[in-house]
């Protein structure tokens, strides 16, 4: 009976090994599986060497130190940066970043877990980016430039240079694209801003100061298109 008993005991707990180790797989999040998906489809454009982020996350080598400080970004939505209230008015966009209630649960399942690494063979390939330096609308009709280079000082404060450049225009023009190229030096631009001004405001836009000086919302013409390094 003894003997009996004791067999019975020992098969279920094999049984009830086997049964669970495959749904235990299925439940654990690992970076190579569930995570790095996530961050190439809406980290990876700024974080990587030679981008704006301050660190980077193509690999899980790169990506482990930082588990704890994404679980923190991500709960609070400062990361990646999407300020536009999905509840209001347009609510979908071109090039959105912005990352859903069932990822950020994926990141932050995974930081608690410990930050697996997982079976190196679910890696996806490595996301190819385009050349921030290349025409991504298709050859431009108007290409517009700064009459001289900016010489920005290798220590001091933040920079504001305000420039005014006459496109040279001779008739209307309708607006279809723009996308902005700073052929040099651009590690050292964090972001450049450009606006359409009325004739007579270049007055307002003639100079460079320091500091943070913002001007008046009827001064500030109308938007046209923002650069920073790595942004879509």
């Known amino acids: 009976m003894t003997m009996k008993s004791t067999l019975t005991f020992l098969m279920s707990v094999v049984a009830v090994a086997v049964m669970f180790t495959p749904?235990?797989?299925?439940?654990?999040?690992?970076?190579?599986?569930?995570?790095?998906?996530?961050?190439?489809?809406?980290?990876?454009?700024?974080?990587?060497?030679?981008?704006?982020?301050?660190?980077?996350?193509?690999?899980?080598?790169?990506?482990?130190?930082?588990?704890?400080?994404?679980?923190?970004?991500?709960?609070?939505?400062?990361?990646?940066?999407?300020?536009?209230?999905?509840?209001?008015?347009?609510?979908?966009?071109?090039?959105?970043?912005?990352?859903?209630?069932?990822?950020?649960?994926?990141?932050?399942?995974?930081?608690?877990?410990?930050?697996?690494?997982?079976?190196?063979?679910?890696?996806?390939?490595?996301?190819?980016?385009?050349?921030?330096?290349?025409?991504?609308?298709?050859?431009?009709?108007?290409?517009?430039?700064?009459?001289?280079?900016?010489?920005?000082?290798a220590a001091g404060p933040d920079w504001w240079p305000d420039i005014t450049v006459d496109p040279g225009l001779t008739e209307n023009r309708y607006i279809q694209a723009i996308q902005i190229i700073p052929t040099k030096g651009y590690p050292n631009i964090h972001h450049i801003r450009t606006s359409m001004i009325k004739p007579g405001d270049d007055g307002i836009h003639g100079g460079a100061v320091d500091g943070n000086v913002q001007l008046d919302m009827t001064q500030q013409g109308v938007f046209l298109d923002e650069y920073a390094i790595g942004k879509g």
């Not at 996530?38 to 454009?45: E, M, S, T, W, Y």
């Not at 930081?111 to 996301?127: H, I, L, T, V, W």
Request: glycine fraction near 4%; hydrophobic fraction near 40%.
């Open 23 to 153: 749904a235990m797989a299925q439940q654990q999040v690992t970076f190579t599986k569930d995570v790095a998906p996530i961050l190439q489809q809406h980290c990876q454009a700024c974080h990587r060497e030679g981008t704006i982020a301050p660190m980077s996350l193509l690999t899980y080598e790169q990506t482990r130190p930082w588990a704890k400080s994404i679980k923190a970004k991500v709960m609070a939505r400062e990361m990646p940066p999407w300020f536009i209230d999905k509840n209001v008015g347009i609510r979908q966009f071109n090039n959105d970043i912005s990352l859903t209630d069932q990822e950020i649960a994926t990141l932050v399942k995974w930081a608690d877990a410990g930050a697996p690494q997982g079976n190196p063979a679910d890696m996806p390939p490595p996301r190819q980016f385009p050349d921030a330096l290349a025409w991504q609308i298709g050859k431009p009709d108007v290409v517009i430039s700064l009459q001289k280079d900016l010489v920005v000082k």
